[in-house]
């Protein structure tokens, strides 16, 4: 096996992640294992905040509806990392097949209404300069119709400190005046994209920003929720 193959069949291993069944090519995660797969929408509620234990866990004071593939844990939250901080790509292409299939089936319901755009949750300039791409594009560009998606409805503004350290209340007051809205947003249902909620802040926050602006209504779809322990 020559360096090139080998660099391939690292980048994209073509077996299912999670059966470890072979594939055809440009595929991560077989059907079956896509059918098969229950997350914490298994009954397929379209608004996970009608639920009382993410209502309380999640004060989302800005959000009218939220939606989501799992908790954040195994294995979605080991594909998370791998591809967010290791860039194992075939990781996204996992994650973004079974999001795909999760809201096609959403799709399917009678009451289900496609937003009018789907905005991407913007790093922070230093961090895409760090990171040099924004994961939570590529997880959900491949997974959602396309012309809904807005890459660059929102700006994240500089200034603002690094999320990870800093308790609730440190984050929304991290998070007040951080984003800006770059298009006219009057009186459209928008769902906001991210890979991972923890406590609302960024989320709440971005959604303030395009309610100010005129927005009707404003969603939060995620890959997976943090939960409390």
Not at 38 to 46: D, T
Not at 64 to 70: C, E, G, M
Not at 108 to 124: G, K, M, Y
Not at 135 to 155: E, G, I, K, S, T
Request: proline fraction near 5%; include cysteine.
């Amino acid at each position: 096996m020559d360096a090139f193959t080998k660099a391939c069949a690292w980048l994209f291993p073509q077996y299912c992640q999670l059966c470890a069944q072979p594939l055809g090519a440009g595929q991560q995660i077989c059907s079956h294992c896509i059918n098969a797969f229950v997350g914490i929408n298994a009954a397929l509620q379209e608004d996970l905040l009608l639920r009382a234990d993410i209502q309380r866990q999640f004060p989302l004071r800005h959000i009218d509806s939220l939606q989501a593939l799992d908790w954040y844990r195994p294995p979605l939250s080991t594909w998370l990392k791998q591809y967010k901080y290791q860039q194992r790509m075939y990781r996204q292409v996992a994650l973004s097949a079974l999001l795909t299939h999760h809201f096609a089936r959403l799709a399917s319901l009678p009451d289900w209404h496609w937003p009018h755009l789907v905005a991407p949750i913007p790093l922070a300039p230093s961090r895409l300069i760090w990171r040099g791409f924004n994961q939570v594009v590529r997880l959900w560009q491949d997974a959602l119709p396309q012309p809904l998606f807005a890459a660059n409805l929102l700006r994240r503004r500089h200034g603002t400190r690094t999320q990870a350290k800093l308790n609730a209340r440190q984050r929304r007051k991290n998070l007040a005046h951080a984003f800006s809205v770059h298009a006219d947003v009057r009186n459209l249902d928008i769902a906001l994209v991210d890979d991972v909620l923890t406590t609302g802040a960024t989320l709440d926050s971005a959604a303030k920003q395009l309610k100010a602006a005129g927005a009707r209504s404003v969603s939060a779809w995620i890959v997976c929720l943090t939960a409390k322990t």
